[in-house]
């Protein structure tokens, strides 16, 4: 296992997949700044290994995190962006993909950071709202900007503004989280999809993951160039080969556990 921040965010790694968890469950895993700051580290250091493919993002002690820790931010305004600062756990979008294993709350900051990631796991304890709305604190995390992309400008306001909690199935009805676990068992629920997603060709699956990114704002056409350009390392090494191996009689009827 490796720590960063004092132990406060731990790093397992089984075979390709990287696991990330916040360890601060005294306080339902809140971050404070070296937290924070560790996280981003840990995030970017799975993004430059090449050894590993896929990350599970989770939280310690039943609580994925409750955002930024307040009693940190009280009589202070210097405390990292977590969006908008290079040293931020949200900042940038990764090249590789990353599933949240999402049980208890995630609230405030903590919803950021589940937006940030590209799959949501959740199960029957979970709980997503802008919890700050009650505190004065704004959201720096890119919620403003991914949860309306996500769910649609109407229900993102509906969040924003009245700082109500969203529940796993009102979630999973919105889009908001798309997959459900057994209480308790997110995490082994997410390592197993991370492991399905680590055994495909991976040029591929990440060039179609990035476009549809770059393509929100863009136009029509510029999205589909985009798509194109995105496109064509994996035609020149993966397609044929893929082609190749389907007309053999490989896969054709699929290998995708539902």
Same mark, same amino acid.
């Given at each position: 296992?490796?720590?960063?921040?004092?132990?406060?965010?731990?790093?397992?790694?089984?075979?390709?997949?990287?696991?990330?968890?916040?360890?601060?469950?005294?306080?339902?895993?809140?971050?404070?700044?070296?937290?924070?700051?560790?996280?981003?580290?840990?995030?970017?250091?799975?993004?430059?290994?090449?050894?590993?493919?896929?990350?599970?993002?989770?939280?310690?002690?039943?609580?994925?995190?409750?955002?930024?820790?307040?009693?940190?931010?009280?009589?202070?305004?210097?405390?990292?962006?977590?969006?908008?600062?290079?040293?931020?756990?949200?900042?940038?979008?990764?090249?590789?993909?990353?599933?949240?294993?999402? &049980?208890?709350?995630?609230?405030?900051?903590?919803?950021?950071?589940?937006?940030?990631?590209?799959?949501?796991?959740?199960?029957?304890?979970?709980?997503?709202?802008?919890?700050?709305?009650?505190?004065?604190?704004?959201?720096?995390?890119?919620?403003?900007?991914?949860?309306?992309?996500?769910?649609?400008?109407?229900?993102?306001?509906?969040?924003?503004?009245?700082?109500?909690?969203?529940?796993?199935?009102?979630?999973?009805?919105?889009?908001?989280?798309?997959?459900?676990?057994?209480?308790?068992?997110?995490?082994?629920?997410?390592? &197993?999809?991370?492991?399905?997603?680590?055994?495909?060709?991976?040029?591929?699956?990440?060039?179609?993951?990035?476009?549809?990114?770059?393509?929100?704002?863009?136009?029509?056409?510029?999205?589909?160039?985009? &798509?194109?350009?995105?496109?064509?390392?994996?035609?020149?090494?993966?397609?044929?080969?893929?082609?190749?191996?389907?007309?053999?009689?490989?896969?054709?009827?699929?290998?995708?556990?539902?």
């Amino acid at each position: 296992m490796k720590a960063y921040a004092d132990g406060k965010i731990q790093v397992q790694q089984q075979g390709p997949v990287t696991t990330v968890i916040i360890n601060r469950p005294e306080v339902r895993n809140a971050l404070d700044n070296d937290a924070a700051r560790g996280l981003g580290r840990a995030m970017r250091d799975f993004d430059a290994d090449d050894s590993q493919a896929v990350a599970v993002l989770s939280g310690a002690g039943g609580a994925f995190c409750a955002g930024a820790d307040l009693k940190q931010v009280a009589g202070s305004s210097d405390y990292v962006a977590w969006a908008g600062d290079p040293d931020g756990p949200t900042n940038p979008t990764l090249s590789k993909p990353v599933i949240a294993a999402v &049980e208890g709350h995630a609230v405030a900051g903590g919803l950021g950071i589940a937006l940030w990631c590209d799959i949501r796991i959740v199960d029957e304890t979970t709980v997503f709202g802008v919890f700050c709305r009650r505190w004065g604190v704004p959201m720096s995390d890119g919620t403003t900007v991914r949860l309306p992309r996500l769910i649609g400008a109407a229900r993102a306001l509906d969040m924003l503004i009245t700082g109500r909690g969203v529940n796993a199935d009102e979630a999973i009805d919105w889009g908001l989280a798309t997959r459900r676990a057994a209480k308790g068992q997110t995490r082994q629920v997410a390592e &197993e999809l991370a492991l399905q997603i680590a055994g495909f060709p991976q040029i591929a699956m990440r060039s179609d993951r990035m476009s549809a990114y770059k393509q929100a704002g863009q136009t029509m056409e510029d999205a589909v160039r985009t &798509e194109k350009e995105l496109s064509q390392e994996a035609k020149a090494i993966e397609a044929s080969e893929g082609a190749a191996r389907f007309a053999t009689g490989a896969g054709r009827h699929g290998e995708f556990s539902e």
